[in-house]
């Protein structure tokens, strides 16, 4: 299905408003994000160091690049900037070929653009931009049977390993089709993974140097690391607290909560979706894992939040004023996010709130503009 030109123009429309968005705001490196950026620059200069800097590098990876050309001590939000960009055609394209609708594609571009927590957080140093570019693109890669697409989960991995819930969306189609063509995608991705973690064990004695919440108290140690293990300890409080990270606005979410319900109810009543059980499998091991740490946040949930968001727009697009309850809920999603971590990236609220005025000019040209230039709507929509 190909775009026409007023898609492309509405696409590269939302890109330059949030292309100006990121200029505009103030980044401040935190927590996280220093070891990030200090991995990154450590390799730009040709160590390639796990024992000093802890958590998932895969984003460092990325950042090299940015840091010999700017020498910015930001590299890595750049990166996530990039990233973000980057997953604004991306969901148009996921929302449009899961449904066969140009219509559904620009509603997942405009969930895209309701869901903060990524692109407000990169600010700090986070990767959960660079992570929601790779769950769009293994999602992507699996609906549409994609060769590639081991290669992208092993790469998502790595930035993030909530990422790897993902693995029954395209594991099937995989065995299936394991041709001599698939088979390089395959081994490349597990090759890829491998060296990773071989070569994290070979600096620290861990697959990954982790700081496991809870594990330990004060400066992370790199003479200490804590075993991986120390993040795991299930208990129902954990499983409740996946709940609360789904659907209370105070939390942090990642979506709006009227999402993640319509979402739920489309996996259960609507048998007729594409890869359903799959997508069920998936969302079942995010609850699990990020149930059974020791302490979790509502970005471990992104994948799930993510299907759930896709599933979503069926009754979306069959009942345009569920989008109407949606933009007042994400309203209240966006708030308490503002001042999340004690400093405000953008100089007031009605900047920060840039992305939610471009979902809601976004809708109201796709569903009235159209209406009125055209007197129609979309075929397929």
């Not at 994000?33 to 991995?39: I, K, L, M, S, T």
């Not at 973000?84 to 594609?105: K, M, N, T």
């Not at 942090?252 to 609507?270: E, N, Q, R, W």
């Not at 966006?334 to 809601?360: K, M, Q, S």
């Amino acid at each position: 299905m190909n775009l026409d030109k007023k898609e492309i123009r509405l696409l590269i429309a939302v890109i330059l408003a949030m292309l100006v968005y990121f200029l505009i705001a103030a980044p401040v490196m935190m927590d996280d994000g220093f070891h990030y950026e200090g991995f990154a620059e450590a390799l730009a200069g040709g160590k390639l160091d796990f024992k000093s800097f802890y958590g998932f590098q895969g984003l460092s990876f990325f950042a090299v690049p940015i840091y010999w050309l700017t020498g910015s001590h930001n590299s890595i939000i750049i990166a996530s900037m990039i990233f973000s960009l980057l997953s604004i055609p991306l969901a148009y394209a996921v929302g449009r070929d899961y449904f066969q609708s140009r219509r559904a594609g620009m509603y997942f571009l405009i969930l895209f653009l309701l869901a903060p927590y990524p692109y407000t957080t990169m600010m700090r140093g986070f990767q959960e931009a660079a992570l929601l570019f790779f769950i769009l693109l293994i999602i992507y890669g699996s609906i549409s049977e994609k060769k590639w697409t081991p290669l992208a989960w092993s790469i998502g991995g790595i930035v993030k390993p909530f990422a790897l819930v993902l693995a029954p969306l395209f594991l099937k189609e995989s065995i299936k089709t394991f041709t001599s063509k698939s088979k390089i995608w395959v081994f490349a991705a597990l090759a890829f993974g491998g060296l990773y973690l071989g070569a994290n064990y070979y600096q620290t004695g861990h697959f990954v140097n982790n700081a496991a919440i809870n594990s330990y108290q004060g400066n992370f140690d790199p003479s200490n690391t804590p075993a991986l293990a120390e993040s795991f300890v299930p208990s129902i409080k954990g499983f409740l607290r996946v709940g609360a990270n789904l659907l209370l606005h105070f939390r942090k979410i990642m979506i709006s909560p009227l999402v993640i319900i319509l979402g739920a109810f489309a996996l259960l009543l609507d048998k007729s979706l594409k890869v359903r059980k799959e997508i069920i499998w998936a969302v079942v091991l995010n609850f699990v894992l990020v149930g059974s740490l020791t302490f979790s946040f509502s970005k471990y949930l992104l994948p799930m939040t993510t299907l759930f968001a896709l599933v979503s727009i069926g009754y979306l697009l069959k009942h345009r004023w569920l989008m109407i309850l949606v933009f007042v809920d994400s309203f209240f999603v966006f708030l308490p996010i503002w001042n999340y971590f004690g400093h405000n990236y953008w100089i007031n609220l009605w900047l920060y709130l840039i992305p939610f005025w471009a979902a809601l000019i976004l809708f109201i040209i796709y569903e009235y503009g159209y209406l009125f230039q055209n007197n129609h709507r979309y075929p397929d929509a």
